[in-house]
Each structure stands twice: as structure tokens, then as C-alpha cells.
């Protein structure tokens, strides 16, 4: 099979399935052996349930998982054609010709091998097989049932039907299945979770009917196989557990949670600071004030940690103002050394860039300048960082030091996507495909660390593209969408998408970031959905001050900024939340209300933590619909109650938000403040 991502169906008569062609075997107390026409298979229960591996780890070197594996103590049984594995509350039941299994947790069967099946033959599609560099894994799927996870989707938070690939990509939009932030982890609400630990691309055909529309046919695109099969009894549980396994996020500085302040771009540092004296002027709220990548790069010789000197001769009376006007301050970067700049060559001299296996040499990234056109600056041929090679990794980390002395606040890591080309080859001996995902993963680890180690108001950035780990060094945020009503239901499913998957801190473009279209609307309602998202950045193509959209929109915004800040109290305790548990700021109905089945299908809205279901409006003209879970549920900021249990419709006024809470609970409100350093003692409770 081709690692192409395309539709046409594989050939599934020529695949030759596993067989267990001997009978398996405890190598050891804890690690079962089964032999195949392809290799050993080795198996193992533990905490995090049924692994299957083909070798052992070797991947750690990636750090991508953090929970180590207790295995439990395994008893066997059985011959070659059938035989049964117990170990704590698992029992799996292996058969032969073709190796097939059945998974059992207290005697409930959790998972199968995919049962369609073919006229002469027991099983239509390969239970397990090997092909090239290729494995596939076909399980079961309920008549019924959803799939969720699979990292950052614009689509439908079920995958059922759909065919996903785990490859990051500079998507240039929320418009299609390619995304930034992925991860090979998928679970249903009836218990089973599937986790491939891999830094390789996974395919998944979830129930994709041009495949099989009753199975999960998944396709690791690596000659080695590690997989985790579990079960958990709800779906809090299951993100929790592989939350164990692959990381939890720390909780954000407290001024994270404030308003971000952007956009492509501030053009001179007069502009930037007109800008931060006008929104002290007209008391907008917010905390950080970001200089977008040309904002303070020279775009022919980025990046190298420089201001570019005929701008910035001199930046730190720039910061020095800023600082003093309370500002937070966020700089962008991105993992890539311009051919122009004598950095390019001393990089190349010690090793530290990605090399191009067919010279040696450091290989030479062209850009694609076709999505550039007149808005965005074509970049110059450049290297890419490889961070595989410690010293690579320790000089990118330690270089970000002078940048946090000046004052900076957070580091915009943008891009990530860049390892495309099977002939770039990295210090780890990986290359291409196999190193494409979790380089990723690699860049956000290396900046965070540098702002652990010295930003003097916490750890905190974001990061554009991510992989299975990447939710251990907050924030992501959600790429480049188009500035229309589609681009922010994209986004909204985008962000709990990315939630459903490990990913408990996000943020969007409020506005949207292509093109400048001046929707006020549009931008009013962007504002009023992001305010009960993790993070909260205004920023696009164009100003995205209040202001500049017309006095209603203007009033709007203002009003929308001032609740989010009062909430501050209420967001903290969430984000801690999401450090010790794994959910997510913004929790889809499906993760929120598992035993609500009516309210799945509502995938626009969404819980902010525990206690604040948010409808946002996502049509020009303020119209609303939606479903409230049972219960009774009073409207935030009014005596209205609502009974749940339905479906409903309204409009929405224009600085209206549709905001609810269960009856009998409260919200902790602070004050209304412009920044998060002014005193926030001052809490009230609604309803009182």
C-alpha cells in the first residue's frame, strides 16, 4: 500500500493476514510472545491495558509517553489454534488462522477484531498485517457507535464515516481533514480507548463506509507496531488515563488566562505602541500584546533571535514602555534559519540543522509561495533546526535566554510542520516520515523548557502544530482560519476536538485570520464564544481592536472582554482542574454528558469546566440552537430558568450571549479589571 493519503479502497484479497504460526508463549511472568509469519508480536496488560508490540520500545527517546507500564502478572492457557491470556481485570482470547482476538475486562467484552466478513472467508478485511513498512489493525465497531479524539478535526467530532490521517500539516485553513495538532488516540463512549504510540503517521478509516463501514481499520505507517487497547467506564476517565500515560498539562499563569492582543502585524514599533497606549486609553481589558513574526524579524533572514535593526536599534525602550503600561509581551518564532543569515552556516558547520541524506549537507527548505500572494511575505530558502542533536536542542533552548531577560513574556512557536521530504535526515538516524510528527513535539518541548528555565512571569506559549505529548508544554492554538462564519464553527469544533484528544488548554483567532473582511458581526460573535475557551487572543490579518469595527460591535466586545476577566477566578480553578485530570477547559456534550445521548449530536456548543454550558452563535442574524441536558438551568446574569430535556431555539441580541448553569450551582465572579496584575481580591457569587 502507498503512503499517499487518497480514497481509492486497498486491495484487501492481496494482503496476507497475521497468522500465529506457533504456539504463543509467557517469555516472562509478564510479556506474552506470539509468533507470526511476520515476527514476534509481544504483549503485555498493565494499567493502561492490552499493549501489543512487535519489539521492544524504542521510542523513548522521543518522551513521548510518561507513565510507565506496571504490568501485571500474566497466566496463560491454550494451544496455537486458541488460547487465553489472563492479567488483573483483562482476559483476551487469542485465535489463529488469522490471528484474531476478543478483549474482555470483567468479563465484558471491551474490544474484537472487526468481524466483516467475506464469503469464503472468516474475516473480509486482515484482523493484523504487515505490508512494506506498513502494519494494520482492523477492529469492531458497534452498529451505532462514535468515535471521538484523533487530535485537532475541523469536522465532525464523531469520526464515524470518516477517513483521518495523524499528519500535521501547515493546513492553511480549518477548511479540510488536514490539521496541525494530531495524535493517534481514539476512544468510544461505550469504554474501549486505541492509542498508537508511534512518532509515524497513523491512518484511521473509522467506520469509513468506502472501507467497511462497521470497522476501525487503522494503518501505522512505521515497521513497528506498539499499541494500547483499554477501558474505562466513562469517557472523563478514559482522557484521564491516557492522560497518565502520555502527560498531563501544568496548569497556565494566571495572566495567560487575560486577553492577547495581535495581529499580522504591528508594521514599526511606533504602531505597536500606539496601539498598547490606545486600549490603556480606552480601558480595554488585557493582559499580553504580541509582535506577530515580520513585526520584529527581518523576513529575509529570520530566524535567529534577532530584532531587526531598522526597526529595533534599540528594543528595550519598547519593552521598558509597554511593561510599564502593564503589558505582557509575546514574540513569535518559528524553527527555521534563513540561508541569508551567517547563523544558516554556523548551524550547518556543527551539525545542528535537518541534512539532506543525498549531499550531507544541510538541507535546504524551499517554501511553497503559492499561498503567500500579496498578503504574506514569501520567505527565503531556509535550514531547519534539528533538535534531535542535543547541542541543536541546548543552543535553540539557551538562545531564548536574552529574550526573557529584555522582558518577553511568551513565546509565539509557530510552524513545526516542515520535516516533509523522506530525504531529510536527522541527528537521531530518523528521517521523513518517521521524524515529521514528532518533531513537533520536540520544538514545544525545547521553548517551553527555555521559558521554564528563564521567563520571570511563567511558562507559557503557543504552539501551532503538536503531537501525542504536546499537551505537556501549554498552549496550542488553532491555526490560520478563514475569517468567515464557516472558519469560527471550524474552529469551535477544532478546539474541542483537540480537547477530546489529551488537549486540555486552546485558543482560536478571534475574528478570524484570512482575509481582512470586516465582518463586525462575525468578529462579536468570535469574541463572545472565545470567551469561555482556555486562552483568549484577538489576532488576523487586519486590526483587531474592538474599535476599529464600529461603535456597536465595539460595545459588544467591551462587554464580552469584562465578563471574561470576571471570570478569571472560575477559569483558574478549571485550568487546575485540567492539570490533575486531563479535561479539557472546553468539554464537548459527548465528554461532558456521556449518558446524554440526545445531546451529542449538538457539537457547536459546549461546557466551560463543570458548571457553564456556552451556546455560541455561529450564523449571522443571532439565531441559536441547541439542546439543554435534564435538569433545570438558569441563564447567566438573569433569574430565567429553563428546563432541560430538549431542544430549543432563540435569537440572540447582538451583545447577547447564550450562557447557562445548573440550578443550585454558583460561579465565583472577580472584579472588572483591565489587566490580571490589579488587585483581584474582590470576588462575588452568582447567584448570590
Given at each position: ?520 458581526e462575525l468578529y462579536v460573535r468570535w469574541t463572545q464564544a472565545s470567551v469561555f475557551s482556555a ?97 433545570e438551568w438558569v441563564r447567566l446574569g438573569t433569574n430565567e430558568v429553563l428546563i432541560g430535556g ?43
Open positions: 500500500m502507498s503512503n499517499a493519503f487518497n480514497t481509492v479502497e486497498p486491495d484487501w484479497n492481496s494482503i496476507e493476514p497475521a497468522d500465529i504460526v506457533q504456539t504463543p508463549y509467557l517469555a516472562s511472568d509478564d510479556m506474552l510472545v506470539v509468533p507470526t509469519q511476520y515476527g514476534q508480536l509481544k504483549l503485555s496488560i498493565s494499567q493502561f491495558g492490552l499493549r501489543i508490540q512487535n519489539t521492544d520500545d524504542d521510542q523513548h527517546v522521543y518522551g513521548m509517553l510518561t507513565g510507565k507500564c506496571e504490568n501485571e502478572t500474566l497466566v496463560f492457557s491454550g494451544d496455537k489454534d486458541h488460547c487465553t491470556l489472563l492479567g488483573g481485570d483483562y482476559r483476551l482470547e487469542l485465535f489463529a488462522s488469522p490471528l484474531h482476538f476478543k478483549l474482555y475486562k470483567n468479563d465484558e467484552l471491551v474490544q474484537q477484531s472487526a468481524t466483516d466478513g467475506h464469503f469464503v472467508r472468516q474475516h473480509r478485511l486482515p484482523p493484523f498485517a504487515k505490508t512494506d513498512n506498513q502494519w494494520i489493525v482492523c477492529l469492531e465497531l458497534g452498529y451505532d457507535e462514535a468515535v471521538y479524539g484523533l487530535g485537532e478535526k475541523w469536522a465532525k467530532l464523531d469520526k464515524r464515516g470518516q477517513l483521518v490521517r495523524s499528519y500535521n500539516h501547515d493546513a492553511l485553513g480549518v477548511n479540510a481533514e488536514k490539521s496541525y495538532k494530531n495524535t493517534p488516540y481514539a476512544w468510544s463512549p461505550q469504554g474501549w480507548n486505541l492509542f498508537i504510540h508511534t512518532p509515524s503517521p497513523v491512518t484511521h478509516g473509522v467506520g469509513y463506509a468506502l472501507w467497511s463501514q462497521r470497522a476501525y481499520v487503522c494503518i501505522v505507517e512505521d515497521a513497528l507496531l506498539d499499541m494500547f487497547l483499554y477501558h474505562e467506564a466513562t469517557p472523563a476517565k478514559s482522557i484521564h488515563t491516557y492522560s497518565q500515560l502520555t502527560g498531563f498539562a501544568p496548569t497556565p499563569p494566571t495572566w495567560s488566562l487575560g486577553v492577547i492582543l495581535s495581529k499580522a502585524y504591528y508594521k514599526d514599533a511606533e504602531e505597536l505602541l500606539a496601539v498598547a497606549r490606545e486600549v490603556r486609553e480606552k480601558e480595554m481589558p488585557c493582559d499580553v500584546i504580541t509582535l506577530d513574526g515580520r513585526a520584529w524579524q527581518d523576513t529575509d533572514t529570520r530566524f535567529a533571535f534577532e530584532w531587526d535593526p531598522k526597526r529595533y536599534a534599540d528594543p528595550k525602550p519598547v519593552i521598558d514602555e509597554l511593561k510599564a503600561l502593564g503589558f505582557k509581551i509575546c514574540v513569535w518564532e518559528y524553527p527555521m534559519i534563513s540561508v541569508k543569515n551567517p547563523l544558516f552556516k554556523k548551524a550547518a558547520d556543527n551539525g545542528w540543522l535537518i541534512k539532506d541524506k543525498r549531499t550531507g549537507e544541510a538541507y535546504r527548505y524551499e517554501w511553497d509561495l503559492s499561498p503567500f500572494g500579496e498578503v504574506l511575505t514569501p520567505l527565503p530558502d531556509s535550514g531547519i533546526l534539528d533538535f534531535t542533536h542535543p547541542e541543536a536542542y541546548e543552543f535553540w533552548r539557551e538562545s531564548h535566554k536574552p529574550l526573557f531577560e529584555l522582558g518577553v513574556d511568551m513565546i509565539k512557536a509557530d510552524f513545526g510542520e516542515q520535516i516533509e521530504d523522506d530525504n531529510m535526515l536527522s541527528y537521531s538516524g530518523d528521517s521523513g516520515n518517521r521524524l515529521h510528527n514528532v518533531y513537533s513535539k520536540l520544538y514545544n518541548q525545547c521553548v517551553y523548557e527555555a521559558a521554564q528555565k528563564y521567563c520571570k512571569t511563567g511558562p507559557f506559549l503557543f504552539s501551532r502544530s503538536a503531537w501525542t505529548g504536546s499537551q505537556r508544554y501549554p498552549s496550542q492554538w488553532g491555526g490560520d482560519p478563514q475569517a468567515d462564519w464557516h472558519g469560527l464553527s471550524a474552529s469551535i469544533r477544532g478546539s474541542l476536538s483537540w480537547g477530546m484528544s489529551g488537549g486540555p488548554f486552546f485558543a482560536t483567532d478571534i475574528g478570524g485570520f484570512y482575509k481582512d473582511t470586516r465582518d463586525a486562552h483568549m487572543r484577538l489576532h488576523g490579518i487586519g486590526p483587531r481592536e474592538p474599535w476599529s469595527y464600529g461603535d456597536a460591535a465595539s460595545a459588544a466586545v467591551f462587554e464580552a472582554l469584562k465578563l471574561r476577566y470576571r471570570l478569571i477566578p472560575y477559569l483558574q480553578k478549571t485550568a487546575e482542574q485540567a492539570s490533575v485530570s486531563g479535561l479539557p477547559v472546553q468539554r464537548a456534550m459527548a465528554l461532558a454528558f456521556p449518558d446524554e445521548p440526545l445531546a451529542h449530536a449538538f457539537e457547536q456548543q459546549f461546557m466551560c469546566g463543570d458548571d457553564l454550558l456556552v451556546v455560541p452563535c455561529v450564523v449571522p442574524g443571532g439565531k441559536i440552537k441547541y439542546y439543554l441536558p435534564k435538569g430538549d431542544y430549543k431555539e432563540a435569537v440572540l441580541a447582538l451583545n447577547e450571549m447564550a450562557v447557562f448553569i445548573p440550578k443550585g450551582k454558583h460561579i465565583t465572579f472577580g472584579p472588572e479589571v483591565q489587566h490580571t496584575d490589579m488587585d483581584m481580591s474582590d470576588t462575588t457569587v452568582w447567584p448570590a
